[in-house]
């Protein structure tokens, strides 16, 4: 009997799925706390799991957020093609433990008549703030949205999007949400590409082409490790291994102050390498720390 009624238990789903402020609201009143929030526009990856099992191991609830944000889209066809697939991120969602699933639709979080926007200064305005109008905006709103729904004590975010994190963290102090921001390490394949759910739409050529964003990178941070302290040469250097990629489009190379992300002169102190690259139609972004 004992192994019969542990077999039924382990039968019943842990994972609640919701899709309305209300139903969260609800589940959250009763959830074991400290609440662990991973916001995410689904299409889950290797790089996601890793901030859901960090969330884990701080939270006694995880919840997840799937939702395409059209907010923080500058370009429609990017949101019209961006991956989604609700069965394939649930099932994942179940793999790693996950108590709770949000999945809204637009309307819910951005009712009839919503009129808000969330706008965050000097450090949203560079790099992707420049490349992509609106779209920190778009992502500030809706992580306030999503940071006062779920009050979660923590929220977990990809090391990858650094300047996502720093602008959160502005918003987050700025508006007294009680809710801290956890960076995570970056999650790439073996031959050092970042993960993410765009690099679905390379084509095989372009993804053979790809990890040359990391090789850049690299030698970026080879240069510093060597003494090099000249951020026009630092982006040089990465400029010089970006050329020899024919299929890459630079967008943009940038060596700036890791706490302002003004570009730099001479690197003196924390600074981060960053820049942004398209193959075709699919633009991939990724960063190194130099500090
Ligand atoms: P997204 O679904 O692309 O909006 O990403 C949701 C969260 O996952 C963001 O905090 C991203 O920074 C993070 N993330 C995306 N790709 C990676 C990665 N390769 N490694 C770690 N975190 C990531």
Redesign the pocket.
Known sequence: MASRSTATCDAIPRLKVLRTRAALREALGEAARPVGL??????L?D??R??IRRARVDSATTVVTLFVNPRQFNEAADYTKYPRSEARDLAICEDEGVDIVFMPDVEEVYPPGFDTTVSVGAVANPLEGTARPGHFDGVATVVAILFSLVGAERA??????AQ?VMVIRQMARDLAIGTDVVA?????EPDGL????RNVHLSPEQRRAAPVLRRALLAARAAWDAGERSATALRQTMLGVLAAEPLADVEYVSVADGRTLEELGDVDGPALASLAVRFGTTRLIDNEPLE
């Open positions: 991973v916001p995410t526009m689904g299409w990856h790089g996601h890793e901030l977990y975010f990809g090391q990858k999007d996502q995570c390490p970056t999650v790439r970042a993960l993410s759910s």
